[in-house]
């Protein structure tokens, strides 16, 4: 009986001995996890903000751009924190990352289509063919631009439509902008009969072109003979005009034109056979709109 307590009392006492063993033991792994963590996760931040703060000096960063970028770096160094904390536990790191690797992989196969909308949105981003307030045109969509984000882009329509467009489907067609540059041409045509005097309208296009203001002097303006019918003589009016400009000097000149050769008693059949690369709508009036062939 003496026996069977004194095995007990010394059965006791080992365990107690390895508790406390193990308890000094894991103290410190958990003293030194809590530090890594504490440590890692300031360092996180102060990193992402320095990062923010070094992108946002960077000429043509958007800040979509700028804060994406930050979020990867912040998310990247708190992933490897939280590595460390296992190592701190004897967990084996190599694991931990290979099975993160898959993970990524398989992630990244399932959402290939939308990675392929983030790239398309970097590189958007950065290269910037078009910027917010823009007027675009590409062979599936147009309209004003109202936000650039990672996924996709938001447009206005001529007609007041709401469109998001993703960004892949931007990024891997021609993109025209009609409001990157200061300046727009524009080609009035119009067509006369051969018996009609032909000096006299092309001094009267000329006349009309220098004589409105928003028709800038320089490039100057020309008018010229397009092409010949068989009844019929083609002649251009080319001027230019500021991109904010365009859209009323444009619908402005076809009605001076008319008036013009109305008051001149031409018996021309007066037609607006205007076909400029510039057919549509400058965004730089203040209702964005794509105007039609008239």
């Known amino acids: 009986m003496e026996q069977q307590a004194a095995d007990v009392l010394l059965a006791t006492r080992t365990a107690l001995s390895q508790a406390s063993a193990l308890a000094v033991q894991y103290s410190f792994s958990i003293l030194g996890a809590v530090i890594v963590l504490v440590v890692g996760w300031t360092l996180a931040g102060f990193v992402s903000r320095w990062a923010y703060e070094g992108l946002s000096l960077i000429h043509g960063i958007d800040e979509t751009l700028a804060r994406f970028f930050t979020n990867v770096i912040r998310y990247a160094l708190l992933i490897l924190v939280f590595i460390t904390v296992l190592g701190q536990f004897g967990v084996q790191t190599a694991s931990i990352i290979a099975a993160l690797g898959a993970a990524g992989l398989a992630i990244g ?46 447009l206005r329509t001529g007609d007041g439509l709401y469109r998001l467009a993703p960004n892949s489907t931007l990024w891997n067609t021609p993109i025209t902008n009609f409001s990157r540059e200061p300046t727009r041409q524009n080609d009035l045509k119009i067509s006369i009969s051969r018996e009609d005097d032909l000096d006299l309208a092309m001094e009267t296009l000329m006349g009309l072109a220098k004589g409105n203001p928003r028709v800038l002097p320089s490039p100057a303006p020309s008018v010229f003979i397009d092409s010949l019918g068989d009844s019929t003589i083609s002649v ?52 964005a709109e794509k105007p039609t062939r008239q």
């Not at 939308?114 to 981003?125: F, K, V």
């Open 109 to 154: 196969l399932a959402l290939q289509g939308t990675l392929q909308n983030i790239a398309a949105g970097i590189m958007l981003l950065v290269l910037r063919p078009f910027r917010v307030g823009e007027y675009i045109e590409t062979s599936s969509v147009a309209g004003t631009v109202r936000e650039i984000g990672l996924f996709a882009t938001e």
């Open 236 to 287: 251009t009016l080319r001027y230019w005009a500021k991109t904010g400009d365009w859209w009323q000097v444009s619908r402005d000149m076809v009605k001076r034109v008319k008036l013009a050769f109305d008051d001149k008693d031409d018996p021309a059949a007066l037609r607006d056979d205007s076909n400029s690369a510039a057919g549509k709508r400058s965004n730089g009036t203040a209702a």
